[in-house]
T-cell receptor
């Protein structure tokens, strides 16, 4: 069956521009996560959606970062006024619920020039 | 403070040379420990979930075990295709990921 998909796979942008990253989770998965992975670093938690509950935004590094999940399915991570330190791979994952194993997408590699 | 520490950071093995990777954790109310494999340029791939001390899971050359403070990923007679970064994660109030062990298996 279809796994988690993310688009675009690569994004190059100029400092100060806004970017939107998309995640299509596995059908039926109620939980959705966004992570950031910088070169040689571990996964940094950004935000967690579970069903219709208010999202856990505790990992968002600044108010330039926001995310939404429409209809309990597709999610968009938006980064406003991008900075060079935002360059990283952004990973999305989904799971059946908040305590189950997560299945990851291939990631979006963001480069801010 | 909840945290996950993996060791070693990097490991080089000869093909067929068995070894173990360690994941030590401190978490309030463990709700699951997860192992993932990550190949370069790809997202992590799920391997195992362990929920309680004493539990073990196996898949091909990999075996994961869990105690109250740590988990081991044992690799028996590894092959070059086992080369990857192995990530450990724990679920407490949130998911916490370790920084991984980069495994290289030399033919």
């Amino acid at each position: 069956g279809a796994g988690v998909s993310q688009s675009p796979s690569n994004k190059v942008t100029e400092k100060g521009k806004d970017v939107e990253l998309r995640c299509d989770p596995i059908s039926g998965h109620t939980a959705l996560y966004w992570y950031r992975q910088s070169l040689g670093q571990g996964l940094e938690f950004l935000i967690y959606f579970q069903g219709n509950s208010a999202p856990d935004k505790s990992g968002l590094p600044s108010d330039r970062f926001s995310a939404e999940r429409t209809g309990g399915s597709v999610s968009t991570l938006t980064i406003q006024r991008t900075q060079q330190e935002d360059s990283a791979v952004y990973l999305c994952a989904s799971s059946l619920g908040g305590v189950y194993e997560q299945f990851f997408g291939p990631g979006t590699r963001l480069t801010v020039l | 403070e909840d945290q996950v520490t993996q060791s070693p950071e990097a490991l080089r093995l000869q093909e067929g040379e068995s070894s173990s990777l360690n994941c030590s954790y401190t978490v309030s109310g463990l709700r699951g420990l997860f192992w993932y494999r990550q190949d370069p340029g790809k997202g992590p791939e799920f391997l195992f979930t362990l929920y309680s001390a004493g539990e073990e899971k196996e898949k091909e050359r990999l075996k994961a075990t869990l105690t109250k403070k740590e988990s081991f990923l044992h690799i028996t007679a590894p092959k070059p295709e086992d080369s990857a970064t192995y990530l450990c994660a724990v679920r407490g109030n949130q998911f916490y990921f370790g920084t991984g062990t980069s495994l290289t298996v030399i033919p």
